[in-house]
């Protein structure tokens, strides 16, 4: 059962365009959700995190929307650049037990220059 | 840099024989974890360690075993490698200060052959 749902394998857009990835989850005990970026042959990087408690956390060029009663998330990115073509990983966690991370599938980002 | 080193970075290794893998952080983090890639799976948690000798198995633990004997290092064996093991291995730690945020090492390539 598939806790953190990605359901676009990919997305492309425009350099200087705006990125838009989205997650979904299922479990209402998740309170902590974060995006990670990975490239090829290197492990995942963190990027940003939001708390239940909040809508909205931005860095940078990244934004991170939650939308709780939807259970849904989606990270902004403005104005995309080439450097984040990257997959992009979804994962939530709770509070509770040993805060283990649950990670979705990915989406696969390329902005074309 | 999260401080994690995982060794092997690539390893080819035949079907039926044992292999460990090995993560060494240098932060006396308590939390570690070793997660999984694999495409249209994403990022899976294999087993994670909450302090010396304390472990537990994640969503995908079967055919995996996992030793913390001191704090710095967390081993991933598998006991009998079987083609369905072949994957990207990565290694996590989760800082006491960072909430439920995790960060990882450089990933350990292994095939299984």
């Known amino acids: 059962d598939q806790q953190v749902k990605q359901n676009s394998p990919s997305l492309s857009v425009q350099e200087g365009r705006i990125s838009i990835l989205n997650c979904d989850y299922t479990n209402s005990m998740f309170d902590y959700f974060l995006w990670y970026k990975k490239y090829p042959a290197e492990g995942p990087t963190f990027l940003i995190s939001?708390?239940?408690?909040?809508d909205k956390n931005e860095d940078g060029r990244f934004t991170v929307f939650l939308n709780k009663s939807a259970k849904h998330l989606s990270l902004h990115i403005v104005p995309s650049q080439p450097g984040d073509s990257a997959v992009y990983f979804c994962?939530?966690?709770?509070?509770?037990?040993?805060?283990?991370?649950?990670f979705g599938t990915g989406t696969k980002l390329q902005v074309i220059p | 840099d999260a401080g994690i080193t995982q060794s092997p970075r690539h390893k080819v290794t035949e079907t039926g024989t044992p292999v460990t893998l090995r993560c060494h952080q240098t932060e006396n983090h308590r939390y570690m974890y070793w997660y999984r890639q694999d495409p249209g799976h994403g990022l899976r948690l294999i087993h994670y360690?909450?302090?010396?000798?304390?472990?537990d198995k994640g969503e995908v633990s079967d055919g995996y075993s996992v030793s913390r004997s001191k704090t710095e290092d967390f081993l991933l064996t598998l006991e009998s490698a079987t083609s369905s093991q072949t994957s990207v291995y990565f290694c996590?730690?989760?800082?006491?200060?960072?909430?439920?945020?995790?960060?990882f090492g450089e990933g350990s390539w292994l095939t299984v052959v």
């Open positions: 994962a939530a966690s709770s509070s509770g037990g040993y805060q283990k991370v649950t």
């Open positions: 996590a730690i989760r800082p006491g200060f960072s909430g439920n945020t995790i960060y």
């Open positions: 939001i708390s239940s408690i909040k």
């Open positions: 360690s909450y302090g010396v000798k304390d472990t």
